[in-house]
């Protein structure tokens, strides 16, 4: 069986694990927490970060502290695992669905379209005027790694009042190469990055997750919230409502760990999909899908693309011959405007989503594949 994408541990992981259960040191507290929390800074450039529980968590507490309240709005993309409007929804705020570009990131010229005539700006904030809600923040997602083109449509939000909250649960590593933001790591360019380690990410605590950011001001509070809002620590003393969000130092000791072996993990990424890409060229109607060409991408996941008619099969067809054959794979995730919670939302000139979410399929990823195995996808696509 080829895996999708599955975790490597082959770090020093068990020492700093076991480091933590010799000493006790298991839960929140730890000085492992903190070194994780510094290695991310350090890596991505951010000038504070806040390990959470995890990626969705870190999407959560962002919101809290942009300033999202029940009845406002948040901008999203409907291509993309579910969990960042799911965090929208938990603070009974609405998402607003928009489309994707060729990269499977959100539109920048449809949502700033949707901005700048759907919306006006009054008493500070844009307010929809479909619904007549306050827009008060967007979530763009770095889907499989792919930098959003973040440069046109953050200088609009900033004008907009809108808080830029970027999903980098995916793509850990990616860097932009052009343009004002060159040289930046995806998720330090917005107000927030939000980070996460679950397991089939690029590295993995388990679980886990980061907010990013470059105003002290917000790192304070996410660290305040995520601690359960201790205002006064001896006499437990609580002026807002707080989280149990805080990352466990034994999930942190693996972090640190795996951020050792990161720029490797990176590096086999991108041989990987230089070697399906070269391979997979000459199979008539099929492609791997490029990165945008203004970043170097971590490689998170490989995005096959599917011509049903030149291929012979469509999406659901290679899935199950490929399953046959023992390899995991997996179609686009079940666009987020049509999902079941929230059909009733608005949604904005969703076009390309529906293009790219029928042809594409995710192919097997892990850093641990191997020759071989790229050799029996392909072969198995061949055949
Ligand atoms: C993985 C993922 C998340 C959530 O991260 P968790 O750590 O699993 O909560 C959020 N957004 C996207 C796009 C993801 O892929």
């Known amino acids: 069986m080829i895996p999708l994408s599955v975790p490597h541990i082959s770090g020093n992981e068990w020492k700093y694990v076991k480091e933590c259960l010799d000493t006790a040191w298991v839960s929140t507290a730890g000085a492992y927490v903190g070194r994780f929390e510094d290695n991310l800074c350090e890596f991505t ?4 970060a806040v390990a959470c529980v995890n990626g969705t968590a870190a999407l959560h507490i962002s919101l809290i502290i942009s300033g999202v309240e029940a009845g406002d709005e948040v901008l999203v993309p409907t291509l993309t695992f579910i969990a960042p409007i799911n965090a ?6 609405e998402p607003v669905f928009m489309d994707c570009d060729d990269y499977y990131n959100i539109d920048p010229a449809k949502t700033i379209e949707f901005i700048q005539k759907e919306t006006v700006l009054r008493d500070g904030y844009s307010v929809n005027r479909q619904s007549g809600r306050r827009i008060k923040a967007i979530i763009p997602v770095h889907v499989f790694g792919n930098a959003a ?7 609009v939000c900033r004008e907009r009042n809108i808080r830029v909250i970027e999903d980098a649960t995916e793509s850990l590593g990616t860097v932009y190469t052009s343009g004002p933001n060159a040289g930046k790591h995806s998720g330090t ?3 927030f990055g939000c980070f996460s380690f679950n397991g089939n990410k690029i590295i993995t605590t388990g679980g886990g997750g980061m907010i990013v950011t470059d ?3 917000f790192a304070e509070k996410a660290r305040y919230l995520t601690t359960q809002a201790k205002d006064d620590a001896v006499r437990y003393v609580h002026d807002e409502v707080g989280y149990n969000f805080r990352l466990t130092n034994v999930q942190a000791a693996m972090g640190v760990a795996q951020m050792e072996k ?3 993990y990176v590096d086999i990424k991108r041989r990987n999909f230089r070697r399906y890409r070269e391979e997979i060229h000459h199979i008539n109607g099929l492609e791997l899908a490029a990165a945008p060409p203004y970043a170097d991408a971590n490689y998170w996941f490989y995005a096959l693309q599917i011509d049903a008619d030149n291929y012979g099969k469509d999406v659901e067809a290679t899935m199950q011959h490929l399953s046959a054959q023992k390899i995991q794979t997996r179609p686009v995730w079940y666009l987020n405007h049509l999902q079941k919670p929230y059909a009733a939302c608005q949604h904005y000139k969703i076009e390309k989503a529906v293009v790219l979410a029928g042809k594409t399929l995710n192919i097997p990823c892990s850093v641990n594949l191997t020759d071989q195995d790229i050799r029996t996808v392909v072969g198995a696509l061949k055949a």
């Open 149 to 155: 083109a973040l440069e046109e449509l953050i200088d």
């Open 262 to 264: 990161l720029p490797e």
């Open 189 to 191: 360019i917005g107000d």
């Open 215 to 217: 105003n002290a001001e």
């Open 88 to 93: 929208v929804r938990y603070l009974h705020a």
């Open 45 to 48: 450039g951010a000038a504070h």
